[in-house]
Structures are given as C-alpha cells and as structure tokens.
C-alpha cells in the first residue's frame, strides 16, 4: 500500500560552506510528489567540507490511496495545513560522530501547504573523513485534512514519511559519476547509475547495478504519480544497461522508477522532442 506522498524535492548545488540561508525556488503546479533523485548532489571530497541546497515544494492536496491512522489504508483527499521537517541524519552514520547540520527557509523549517521552501544541508569535514556512501534519511511530517471517498466526513490527520532515496557519496575526488567510483558504494545495494541522454528524445539510455541476478519492475509516471506505463527487466548481477523507447511521451517531466526487493530507486527525466 503506497505511502502518501506530499512534496516535490528539487536539488540544487551550492559550494559555498558554512550555514547560509538558501533561498526558494519558484515552482508551478501542485504535483504532490517526493522526487528521488540522488545524482544530483555533487560528490562531497574526503575532508572537505559538503554543502548542498534541496528546494522543497508542498502540495495543496493530494488524491490517492493513503495510509492514515486510526483509518488505516483509505482511498480519499488530504489537504495540507503544512509540513515541518522534524529531523535529517544519515545511515550509516558519518565518522567521528558527525551528523549533518542543517538550516531551512522558512527558518522554523514548517512549510505551508502550496509554499515553496528550501533546507541548506552542511557536513563539516570531520565528518566525512572515510569514503563512502551514505544515505541520507528525512522525517517530514504532514498536518492537515484528510477526507475518505466513501465516507467523506473531513478529519484532522498527521502524517510521518520518512524519505531516504538521496545519498552522499564520498570520495577522495570529487567525481560525478557513480560508474567511475565503483569502489565508493556498497556492492550489496541496488544503485540507479545513469540517465541519459536528459532531457532525452527517442530514447534513453538507463544503467543501474544490481547486487544479483534477478526480475525487477520498471515504471514510468508523471508527475501527479499515474503511472503511464511499467515493465519488468531480468537483470544480472553487476552493471546493467537497457534502452527506454518513449517516442510516444510527450513533452514534459516523468519519474523514471525502479522496484527491487520492495523499495523505490528513481531519477527525474526529461523528454523534450
């Protein structure tokens, strides 16, 4: 049963260190999506000092199936109050007993619903002594109104989602492509390399590594989470490379979405034809 699902996150790169406070981007629409999308943080250098920016847009509402307390999984409409940021940590943890630092805008780290806001992310250099790729993990919590399909009596809902799709990859470089630090992530894990070209055409080239041979699900969705069409791929154990056909897409911006072993790895792509 799917979680709800109540931001659009955008990453944008900053390398300026020390806590500054970032500033919004301005977004349209009202996509109601968490967008996973590791590759666009830089690769932070071992002892040195990592900053990078994640623009956040809340929703208004959200259609869909949710899971709500007290009312369990119930199909329905949740309109958002706000959503605060209520903690960001990374698994495994950083060396020398470092956390991440983090600041938002708004300061209180509360964002209203159909706002645009932003949290500065800061790993002093103590903390990235080791190389390595770490995980980053975000509670967000969700206040507002929740209104079940088939009985729609309105009821104040909180909802806890915890978002760890986005990573931090150390090396001793500062390299941007997964493929050339085989050696900094961990070969027991399911990792989405690459997409390209972006924005793309006809096709699209995706490469992704797998810890096993095994059947996985593709998805390609839009932006308001239809899916627009799904399919499965044998893999093999170690890299692997196939090409996604999507002349018939128009114009736009889709999630591009794996599942393995029951846990989401996606990248934004562009088509643009």
């Known amino acids: 049963m ?36 590791s ?11 990592f900053n990078t920016n994640i623009q956040i847009q809340v929703a208004h509402d959200t259609t869909g199936t949710f899971q709500v307390p007290v009312l369990g999984a119930t199909a329905g409409t949740f309109v958002f109050d706000s959503i605060t940021i209520h903690g960001v940590t990374t698994q495994p ?44 993990i975000v509670t967000a919590v969700g206040k507002g109104t929740f209104t079940p399909t088939q009985l729609p009596i309105p009821s104040p809902q909180t909802i806890t989602q915890v978002v760890d799709w ?5 090396d001793s470089t500062g390299g941007t492509s997964l493929v050339e630090n085989l050696n900094d992530f961990n070969f027991n894990e399911f990792n989405f390399l690459n997409l390209r070209p972006n924005p793309a055409n ?31 791929w044998n893999t093999k154990n170690g890299i692997n490379k196939n090409e996604l056909n999507i002349t018939g897409l128009a114009n736009g911006i889709y999630l591009v979405s794996f599942n393995f072993e029951g846990r989401n790895f996606s990248k934004k792509l562009i088509v643009q034809h």
């Not at 990453?11 to 970032?22: H, V």
């Not at 590759?39 to 000092?49: E, G, I, L």
């Not at 986005?166 to 150390?170: L, Q, S």
């Not at 998805?219 to 799904?230: E, P, T």
């Open 202 to 232: 006809d096709l699209a080239s995706i490469e992704f590594y797998s810890p096993k041979s095994t059947l996985i699900k593709m998805y390609v969705m839009d932006m308001i989470g239809r899916n627009i069409f799904s399919d499965e």
């Open 2 to 37: 799917k979680k709800i699902i109540y931001t659009l996150l955008f990453i944008s790169i900053s390398y300026q260190f020390g806590f500054a406070q970032c500033i919004p981007h301005s977004y349209t629409g009202n996509h109601g999506w968490i967008l996973p999308d």
């Open 39 to 49: 590759s666009q943080f830089p690769h932070a250098v071992k002892n040195q000092a």
């Open 166 to 170: 986005y990573k931090i990859i150390v």
């Open 93 to 136: 943890l950083l060396p020398n007993a470092i956390g991440i630092q983090y600041t938002c805008n708004p300061a209180n780290c509360s964002f209203p619903g159909a706002s645009n806001g932003c949290i500065n992310v800061i790993v002093p250099s103590a903390g990235l002594t080791k190389v390595g790729t770490y995980r980053i």
